[in-house]
């Protein structure tokens, strides 16, 4: 397997460098997502008959000759772990190329300054992760790229920030913590040549929704959140169909090099094995907590895309095959009482992060959105009383339980307020 132009080995993202395929691409083009999680880019080893990909967990690999390899020479810019990887999601969002990144912020800048020189300009919706939020405002405006921030479910708001030296529209939809759900067909309809849009797919995950079939060209996870699913490791995927942009991408990340380590990987592609079956049992537990919430007194609002009261549920089934996993809601008591629901809860962990099997509270004031000015939450409507719930696949008996005792025991703080 050759080297591409940046000295990075990059299989094809149906196979792997030490492993014969055994599927045509038309058998791979017809399977279904469960067998492509647990198939693609994972045939037995043709070395050693390991059934499962081995983690590599080398950083280099000895050459028959100068310059002769067996697909590899060093593991920052390529390891068969992460290559098994890379060739799974791809496949699993319907693409061709996948670049793994050791987070989600890590690819998040590889979805993004892959693309952009100094002068560029960029169109972001406005309630973003924090995170990313932070990369674009106190990062890239030092190289002299500016972001301009819209209400992207208003698509003539988005259409109007379009600038002649825009390159790049990000979209995140569900939107965190409010799941507000942009157009991405929309959003795609306003390209023009040489503008990109990128969709950070990490709330819906491929089994929900798929934005290159939408028309965008770029997307990206944090797999350190259903993709791998369990909590245990940090990670980050950029996947796209277009190889122009997979070249760059591909540079950037052997040039950065952020790569995840063989064992992340691994751990990475174990988990996304699963996936179907997960986010199908978070998305029954997820759908129970809204309409239990929704229906107390003492909730005044809840935020789900599978609600009917949501203000984009059409859009919602249009676009997703499913709503996810994550409940927001805003509990009458104000701020007193969120953060002591937030503490007194006992299988909900009060912990940043979401997507892992295990049931998540947050505060999105101080937690995942701390780094976004308060001037601009409060104008997002992230306010103190907002809690958001990574909806884990616990026995929903045990969630329903854990959530009204919260509830019922924080009931006097509603009567200060
Ligand atoms: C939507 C979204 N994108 C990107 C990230 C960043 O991912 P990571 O924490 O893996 O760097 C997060 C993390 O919470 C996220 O929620």
Avoid at 37 to 64: E, K, L, W
Avoid at 86 to 99: I, S, V, Y
Wanted: aromatic share 6%; with cysteine.
């Amino acid at each position: 397997m050759p080297n591409d132009a940046f000295g990075h080995s990059q299989p094809n993202s149906r196979s792997r460098a030490l492993c014969t395929p055994d599927a045509t691409e038309a058998d791979v083009a017809t399977r279904g997502f469960s067998t492509r999680a647990i198939r693609t880019g994972q045939d037995p080893c043709s070395a050693t008959g390991a059934t499962i990909v081995p983690v590599f967990q080398t950083a280099t690999f000895t050459q028959d000759a100068v310059g002769v390899t067996k697909g590899y020479d060093y593991s920052r810019s390529g390891n068969p772990t992460r290559a098994a990887l890379e060739a799974q999601l791809a496949d699993l969002e319907g693409a061709r190329f996948g670049c793994a990144f050791g987070s989600g912020m890590a690819a998040a800048n590889g979805a993004s300054f892959s693309f952009l020189r100094a002068g560029d300009h960029v169109v972001a919706t406005k309630d973003l992760y924090g995170g990313t939020h932070r990369l674009f405002s106190d990062v890239f405006s030092r190289y002299g790229i500016e972001t301009t921030y819209v209400d992207m479910c208003d698509l003539a708001e988005t259409r109007a920030a379009i600038r002649p030296n825009t390159k790049l529209l990000w979209v995140e939809t569900p939107t965190n913590p409010l799941l507000r759900i942009i157009d991405i067909a929309g959003v795609a309809a306003l390209k023009r040549p040489g503008l990109i849009v990128a969709v950070d797919n990490t709330f819906a995950t491929p089994y929900w929704q798929r934005p290159l079939e939408l028309g965008a060209d770029v997307v990206m996870h944090s797999t350190t959140k259903y993709l791998s699913g369990h909590s245990d490791v940090v990670g980050g995927i950029v996947i796209t169909n277009d190889p122009a942009l997979h070249a760059q991408i591909a540079l950037h990340q052997n040039a950065v090099g952020a790569v995840p380590g063989p064992w992340d990987a691994y751990l990475t592609l174990r988990g996304a094995k699963t996936l179907a079956l997960r986010m199908r049992e978070h998305e029954a537990n997820a759908h129970a907590v809204a309409h239990f919430l929704e229906a107390r007194d003492d909730v005044s609002a809840v935020y789900y895309p599978g609600l009917a009261s949501h203000e984009h549920h059409e859009l919602a089934k249009r676009q997703m095959r499913g709503f996810g996993g994550i409940v927001s809601f805003r509990v009458r008591g104000g701020a007193e009482r969120a953060l002591e629901i937030a503490r007194s809860m006992k299988i909900f962990n009060l912990a940043t992060s979401l997507g892992g099997v295990e049931s998540l509270v947050c505060s999105p004031w101080t937690m995942t959105h701390g780094s976004v000015p308060e001037a601009r939450k409060i104008e997002l409507g992230l306010t103190q009383e907002l809690l958001r719930l990574s909806v884990g696949i616990e026995d929903i008996a045990d969630l329903l339980t854990d959530l009204g005792e919260a509830l019922d025991r924080t009931a006097r703080l509603t009567l200060v307020a």
